[in-house]
C-alpha cells in the first residue's frame, strides 16, 4: 500500500502546515464557505493522526473544528500558527507550561498543571494509558495523575489514552513521546478510527491477528506485542483479576502489576522511577563527580586537572578550546568512585549492564579502541589455532588481521558482484551452505568454529539474519555467529530494522527452540526429507544460540570516535568461554582506556533507551527525503542517480520483489514485508549516490566537488559512486544543503557542457561512457597455493604461516604489476604475502598465500585509486619466490610423514 508520504511524522507536519497556510490566507482575505469547507477537511483528517497524541491532541483539533462552524476564522489561525511553531520547535517537550499559557486553563479538559519556574527545564513525555473508558473518566484520570506531578521534579508527562488493542499499538508506532505504557485490564480487540489515511503506516499492527483472543488474555498479550515493538518502554498492567491467578508469564511482561486503580499513586511513582533508571549513567555521573573533587595527583598524566595546560604560555589555546571540564575528567585513577575496564567492579560494571539490557544482549563489554580491537578480541576468545571458520572476503581487514592472530584457516566466502558499480554486495546463503557441506563431506564439519559475516555492508546490504542462523544451524549445531554490526548499531532502536540484528535473532531462537511447538515442527520437517536432502531447521536437542556482534558505536550512534561495544548471547559463554575472553580482553584493552569515551558510551546508551526510537526513525525519514527529491528533481537526475535496491540486490534476492522504497509515480513502497522475509534488504541510510554521467570519479567527487567546494563530508568512494549516510545526527537543514550543493554543482555541469567544442564533447563523452561502462571486472577470492592449505583439496588456508614466512626476506621477491600477466601466461605461481588492500573498495583483493589470478591483475591494472596498501607501486607485488614454495612443500611433506610415522609406531 503506497503513499505519498513516507511516514505518518511527514504526513502529520505536512497536514499542519497545509491547515496553517489555509487559514491565513481565509483570516487575510474575508473566509468564504469554500475556504471553511477545505479547512474543515483537513481537520477531519489531523483527528484520524491526532487521537494517538497528546499534543496538539484530538481534543484541540475538534476545537478548531468547532471555531469553524462558528466562522471565527481569526482564532483559528492564531491558534494554527502557535500549533505548528510548538510542533516544530518541539520547545513545548522541555516546556510544557507553555500548553497552559498558550491554549488556556483547562488545556485538553485537564486541570492546569502544577506551576513551575519559567527558568525550570522539564522533559516532557507521554504515557500510553489503555482502557476502554468514557470521555469524563479520561478528564478524571488526567487530573488525578496531574495532581500527583511534583513541580520540583525534572520530569513530567501526560497521558494518551487508546480503548482498544489495535489502537494502542498505532499509537505505539506513531508517538515518539511515548516512555511508558499502562494497560487496564481487557481493553477493546479492534479499532474504530482507522482511515484510509493511516492504513499505509500501520502494516504492522494489520498484521497482528486477534480475532481468537479472549478478554483476559487480551492485556497481557498488548503488553507482549509493546515489550517486542518498543522493549525500551516501562509497561504495567492494571487488573481486576485476583493476583494470585496471573500466570508467570503475564507477571514477567510487566514492570509491575496494579490491583485496579487503588494504587494510582504507585502508579505514578513507579511511571517516574522508571523513566529514573533509564536516564541514569553510572559511569558518566561517577566520571562528574569526580571531576569535581579537589584532588592532588601524585600519578601519571601531567595533563590531569589541566595543570600542565592552563599553567603553559604556550597552551593557551589548547585549554581555551577544550575548556577545564575535559582535563578535570582526565585522570588514570580507577579508584575515588570511578573503575577499571579490565576489572569492573562499580560504576562501569554498571553501565556495561544497562547497555546490555538496551540492546537485548546477555553481556556487553565496552572497547575504547574501536570495532577493529572488539573484532580481534571475540576472535581470539573463541578460535584455536587450526579452527576453521568461514568468513566473507569483502570483510573488515581487522578480521583477516585477527584470524592471523588466531592460527585459524580462514575459508573464504565471495559475495556476489555489482560490477556496474565496482562493489561488492553480500555473500548468499547458497554459498556458505555449499562450504559447509564440502567440509561435511571431507570431514572436516568438526573443525569449523565460526561464521564471520559483516550485517550490514559498508554499502547497506543486510542479511536475513534469522533464515542464515536456522539453516546454518541445521547443518553445524554448535556453530559460533560473529556478526560484525559495525555500521548497524542504530538497529536495534526501530523494531523493522532490529528483525535482522544478532542479538534479537539470538533471543528469539533461543525461546524458540524450547518450545513443544517447534519440537513437533522439526519432527514432521525431518519426515518430509528425501534420503540425503539437507535440513533446513536444526535439531532442538543438539542446537545451541552462541552468537557475538560487534558494535562501532560511535559510527550510527552518540560517542566518542573509538567508542565500541561487544554483545554477547552465549550458551556457552560461562561454561567455556568466560576465562578465555577474559584473557583476549586483557591482551588487546590498554591498562590506560579513556574515560571519556566510556562516559560517552554510558550517555549515549541513555540516549537510545529515551529517544533512540525517534531519532533512529528521524534517520531514516532524513535518507528517504534525500532519496525522493534527487529521483524527483530534473537538474539533479539528470547527472546524479541514487541507486535503488534493484540495483543492489539482484532480483534472486528479494522474494517481496521490492524495486526501491520510493518511485516517482506511485509514492513510497512499505518496506515491511521485504525485511521480514527477503535473502537481502538495503539499508536506506547508507545512500549510494552514482556520479559517472556527470564525468566524475567517485574520488574526485568526494575530494574536489563535496569537500573542498562545499565543506561536506561523506563516507567512500568507488570509481564512479560516493557513498552517503544519514545518521541520528542528521538534520533536515544539512539534507537541504546537500541538495542545494548538488544543485550547485549540476548548474556548473550545464555550464561547462554548453562551452565545450564538438571534440572536446566528444572526449568528454568517451569519459563518462567509460566511467560507466567500462569498468573493471571484480574478481573473486582465487585459491589458496597447496602450500598453505589447511588440508589437501578441501577449503581453507593456513594464512598465519603464510603471513609470518613472509618475514623472512630471503623467500620473497618483488614482481613489477605490467610483468605478472605474462609470467602468469608462462604459468608460473605467483603466490601473495601480504593484504593487498586498496582504497576503495576497502578490503583484501589478496591475502598471504594466496595465488595470483589474472583476474586480479587487470582489476589492480584498472584501478585508477592513490590508495593501495600492501603494494607499492615502485618495487611492484610482493610475492613468495619459487624456491620458498619448494621448500615449503618439502618441509610440509616431510612433517606429515614424521606425523604418519609416529601414528604407525603407536
Not at 500501520?202 to 488474555?217: G, R
Not at 582506556?593 to 534517520?619: C, F, T
Request: hydrophobic residues 35%.
Amino acid at each position: 500500500m503506497n503513499s505519498k508520504h513516507y511516514n505518518i511524522n511527514q504526513l502529520r507536519i505536512d497536514l499542519w502546515n497545509e491547515l496553517k497556510e489555509k487559514s491565513n490566507i481565509a483570516n487575510r482575505n474575508l473566509a468564504s464557505d469554500k475556504k471553511l469547507i477545505e479547512i474543515n477537511d483537513v481537520l477531519q483528517n489531523l483527528v484520524s493522526i491526532e487521537q494517538y497524541f497528546s499534543f496538539p491532541g484530538v481534543y484541540l483539533v475538534n476545537t478548531l473544528i468547532e471555531s469553524v462552524k462558528r466562522g471565527e476564522i481569526k482564532s483559528i489561525s492564531t491558534q494554527v500558527n502557535e500549533i505548528v511553531h510548538l510542533l516544530v520547535s518541539e520547545s513545548y517537550k522541555t516546556n510544557p507550561d507553555v500548553l497552559d499559557d498558550t491554549f488556556g486553563d483547562g488545556f485538553q479538559g485537564k486541570s492546569k498543571r502544577n506551576a513551575t519556574s519559567n527558568t525550570t527545564k522539564k522533559n516532557y513525555f507521554e504515557v500510553l494509558y489503555v482502557e476502554d473508558i468514557s470521555q469524563n473518566e479520561e478528564v478524571s484520570i488526567k487530573n488525578k495523575i496531574k495532581d500527583l506531578l511534583d513541580s520540583r521534579d525534572n520530569l513530567t508527562y501526560d497521558l494518551v489514552v487508546q480503548r482498544s488493542f489495535q489502537d494502542a499499538l498505532i499509537c505505539l508506532f506513531f508517538n515518539y513521546n511515548i516512555q511508558a505504557a499502562v494497560i487496564r485490564y481487557a481493553p477493546l480487540h479492534l479499532s474504530t478510527n482507522i482511515t484510509e489515511l493511516i492504513k499505509p503506516f500501520i502494516q504492522n499492527v494489520l498484521k497482528v491477528d486477534i480475532s481468537e483472543i479472549k478478554d483476559a488474555e487480551l492485556g497481557p498479550l498488548l503488553g507482549k506485542y509493546i515489550h517486542q515493538f518498543r522493549p525500551e518502554l516501562d509497561i504495567y498492567y492494571i487488573t481486576d483479576t485476583s493476583l494470585t491467578h496471573l500466570e508467570d508469564t503475564t507477571l514477567k511482561a510487566f514492570r509491575r502489576i496494579f490491583y485496579r486503580m487503588e494504587d494510582i499513586q504507585e502508579l505514578h511513582l513507579s511511571i517516574i522511577s522508571g523513566i529514573n533508571e533509564r536516564f541514569e549513567t553510572p559511569f558518566f555521573t561517577a566520571l562528574c563527580e569526580y571531576s569535581k573533587r579537589p584532588t592532588t595527583v601524585f600519578h601519571a598524566l601531567p595533563i590531569s586537572r589541566g595543570n600542565s595546560v592552563f599553567k603553559s604560555r604556550w597552551l593557551s589555546d589548547f585549554g581555551d578550546f577544550y575548556g577545564r571540564n575535559v582535563f578535570l575528567a582526565e585522570t588514570s585513577a580507577t579508584n575515588g568512585g570511578l573503575d577499571s575496564l579490565l576489572q569492573p567492579k562499580g560504576p562501569l560494571k554498571k553501565a556495561q549492564q544497562k547497555a546490555a539490557n538496551a540492546y537485548g544482549a546477555e553481556q556487553t563489554f565496552f572497547v575504547t579502541n574501536g570495532t577493529s580491537t572488539a573484532n580481534k578480541i571475540v576472535q581470539q576468545a573463541l578460535i584455536q589455532p587450526g579452527d576453521v571458520v568461514l568468513v566473507d572476503r569483502d570483510c573488515h581487514k581487522s578480521h583477516h588481521y585477527g584470524l592471523v592472530l588466531a592460527g585459524a584457516f580462514p575459508v573464504y566466502l565471495d559475495s556476489y558482484p555489482i560490477e556496474e558499480y565496482s562493489m561488492y554486495g553480500a555473500v548468499p546463503l547458497r554459498v556458505i551452505k555449499e562450504k559447509l557441506l564440502t567440509l561435511k563431506a571431507a570431514g572436516r564439519l568438526d573443525k569449523v568454529k565460526m561464521l564471520l559475516l559483516t550485517n550490514c555492508t559498508f554499502d547497506g546490504l543486510v542479511y536475513n539474519v534469522e533464515k542464515v542462523m536456522e539453516e546454518v544451524l541445521a547443518i553445524k549445531p554448535d556453530m559460533v555467529f560473529l556478526w560484525d554490526e559495525a555500521w548497524f548499531a542504530f538497529a536495534s532502536f526501530t523494531y523493522t530494522f532490529k528483525q535482522r540484528t544478532g542479538m534479537y535473532v539470538a533471543q528469539k531462537l533461543f525461546q524458540k527452540y524450547r518450545t513443544e511447538e517447534y519440537l513437533n515442527t522439526y519432527k514432521n520437517h525431518i519426515a518430509t526429507l528425501k534420503p540425503n536432502e539437507t535440513p533446513l531447521l536444526p535439531n532442538p536437542e543438539k542446537v545451541k544460540i552462541r552468537v557475538y556482534a560487534t558494535q562501532s558505536t560511535h559510527k550510527t550512534l552518540s560517542s566518542f570516535r573509538q567508542g565500541s561495544m561487544i554483545h554477547v548471547w552465549d550458551e556457552e559463554h560461562n561454561l567455556k568461554v568466560a576465562d578465555s575472553f577474559r584473557e583476549a580482553y586483557m591482551t588487546h584493552t590498554t591498562t590506560s582506556p579513556n574515560y571519556q569515551i566510556l562516559a560517552s558510551m554510558d550517555v549515549g546508551r541513555r540516549q537510545v533507551e529515551l529517544e533512540g526510537y525517534e531519532l533512529v526513525e528521524n534517520s531514516i525519514e532524513m535518507a528517504m527525503v534525500l532519496r525522493s527529491k534527487v529521483q524527483n528533481h530534473p537538474k539533479l537526475n539528470k547527472y546524479f542517480d541514487i541507486l535503488s535496491v534493484k540495483d543492489i540486490i539482484g532480483k534472486e534476492y528479494r522474494t517481496y520483489g521490492l524495486d526501491d522504497y520510493y518511485d516517482a509515480n506511485t509514492g513510497w513502497e512499505r518496506m515491511e514485508d521485504a525485511w521480514e522475509k527477503d535473502e537481502f534488504v538495503l539499508d536506506p541510510t547508507k545512500i549510494t549516490l552514482s556520479v559517472g554521467k556527470a564525468g566524475i570519479t567517485g574520488d574526485d567527487f568526494k575530494n574536489k566537488y563535496l569537500m573542498d567546494s562545499f565543506n561536506i563530508q561523506v563516507n567512500k568512494t568507488s570509481r564512479n559512486t560516493v557513498l552517503l549516510m544519514t545518521n541520528i545526527g542528521t538534520t533536515r537543514s544539512s539534507v537541504t544543503f546537500l541538495i542545494n550543493a548538488l544543485l550547485q554543482m549540476a548548474s556548473q555541469l550545464d555550464e561547462s557542457n554548453r562551452s565545450l567544442n564538438k571534440r572536446e564533447a566528444e572526449i568528454s563523452q568517451k569519459h563518462i561512457t567509460s566511467l560507466i561502462k567500462d569498468v573493471p571486472p571484480l574478481p573473486d577470492f582465487s585459491h589458496f597455493h597447496t602450500s598453505f592449505l589447511a588440508s589437501p583439496s578441501v577449503p581453507g588456508g593456513n594464512i598465519r604461516e603464510a603471513y609470518f614466512l613472509a618475514y623472512n626476506e630471503d623467500m620473497c621477491q618483488y614482481i613489477p604489476i605490467n610483468e605478472c600477466l605474462e609470467a602468469l601466461q608462462k604459468n608460473k605461481n605467483l603466490v601473495s604475502t601480504s593484504f593487498v588492500i586498496p582504497y576503495p573498495p576497502g578490503f583484501p583483493i589478496l591475502v598471504p598465500g594466496q595465488v595470483v589470478s589474472e583476474g586480479i591483475i587487470r582489476f589492480m591494472i584498472a584501478l585508477d585509486v592513490k590508495e593501495i596498501h600492501g603494494y607499492r607501486a615502485d618495487l611492484g607485488l610482493k610475492i613468495f619466490n619459487e624456491e620458498a614454495l619448494n621448500r615449503k612443500n618439502t618441509i610440509s611433506a616431510m612433517g606429515a610423514m614424521a606425523m604418519m610415522n609416529n601414528k604407525s609406531k603407536k
